[in-house]
């Protein structure tokens, strides 16, 4: 790899490292063949951890990071003062395979700044993964930024060779869209993940290949002054409306020369936290929006404790619920059950009557549900109710002592 080229690896690489919105969960299975290269699994990938444990990894990079664009809380925005670089369509392609047949990488993740036009952005990001499948074979895990103001046409030219396809709404709030990123709609944004998910629809009906792992979107916590409950309405709405894939949250970092309406400092790590646990609540757990913010104050989720010990310390006169006889929505709300468990206790429970020994067998989640299950052999009597049950099940952190 020439010097030239590696520069521009650095800088690129760099800039994308903003975007949250890159895992290839839902990809089916492939492989290249005898005359093609590459492979992708079920699993995820973009520096992630799968499901069973594993980190792979992807080539993760811009196209350019000039942008004809001026949001407020882009390092990469017009008017920052960034080193800028923009690779070619060949560039890139000999890079994703130069790193696969090192086995460094599994896939390649590509977004981009509006350069020229935004159909013309469009046409360079396609142009990638076409040239990637049609010419070399290539059968790994694609995912590509889309460009809402681009032609539909572009679009969907783009889906019949991604694997994924995200385009981000950046902001829970259109008011905040339009303050902070003057040259974005947030009309035109869900139009285009409307049309995306139509076409995802339409093509598993006919069998044919279309953005076959779905599409995501990332949102940007703590730029604005939205809380937690109009985030989570946002993404509710998302998932329900457009069938996203995964909604990704990205807490606000502080960029150089910022505008004085972003706020001086980040937001805490935990907030994002919480929030991809409330959206796992919200999307496996039959949770609601209203009862997930319900368990903090003020639109916030509480900091301190994960949302669904928030939600069952707050209903409290649900609980204890019988292992034994409960149905499966109300013992999913138990903290410390993950779904699972909850199956295995489902089946297990058909064919016994189930002991506190066989619950902590099937789930590793015992020392926290215990006080909200009622067991053959056991009854929490009047610790759900004690006031100190919070603090005896989340104690504070200790301080170490430098002696």
Known sequence: MDDALLDKLGILADAAK????????????????????????????????????????????????????????????????????????DEVVRLTLGFYKRNCI??????????????????????VARTLRRDHGFAGYIHLKTIPEASPWLIEQAGLWADRLSINLELASDRSLKEFAPEKDGGAIKAVMGQVGERILEAKEEKRRFSPAGQSTQMIVGADASTDLSVLETSDTLYRRYGLRRVYYSAFSPIPEASSALPAKPPP????????????????????????????????????????????????????????????EMLLRVPGLGARAVDRIVEARRHTSLR????????????????????????????????????????????????
């Open 106 to 127: 599994e896939g390649l993740f590509l977004s981009s700044g509006i350069i020229r036009s935004p159909d013309h952005t469009m046409e360079q990001l396609m142009l």
């Open 18 to 89: 903003y975007d949250a919105s890159c895992a290839s969960s839902g990809a089916k299975r492939r492989t290249g063949g005898p005359d093609g290269i590459g492979s992708t699994t079920g699993a995820g990938i973009c520096h992630a951890y799968t499901p069973d444990g594993r980190c792979v990894s992807l080539l993760k990079i811009l196209l350019t990071n000039y942008c004809l664009f001026d949001c407020a809380y882009c390092i990469n925005r017009r008017s920052s003062n960034v080193r800028r670089a923009r690779f070619s369509v």
């Open 269 to 328: 790590l935990q907030r994002e936290n919480r929030l991809y646990q409330a959206d796992w609540l919200l999307r496996h757990y039959g949770f609601t929006v209203e009862e997930i913010a319900a368990g903090g104050e003020g639109g916030m989720l509480d900091l301190g404790i994960d949302p669904k010990l928030a939600w069952a310390l707050k209903n409290r006169e649900r609980f204890p619920v019988d292992v034994n006889s409960a149905d499966r």
């Open 356 to 403: 506190l020994e066989d619950v902590a067998r099937l789930s590793s989640g015992l020392k926290r549900a215990r006080a909200f299950l009622i067991a053959a052999d056991h009854h929490p009597g009047g610790l759900t109710d004690r006031a100190d049950l919070r603090q005896r099940l989340v104690p504070p952190p200790r301080q170490l002592s430098l002696f």
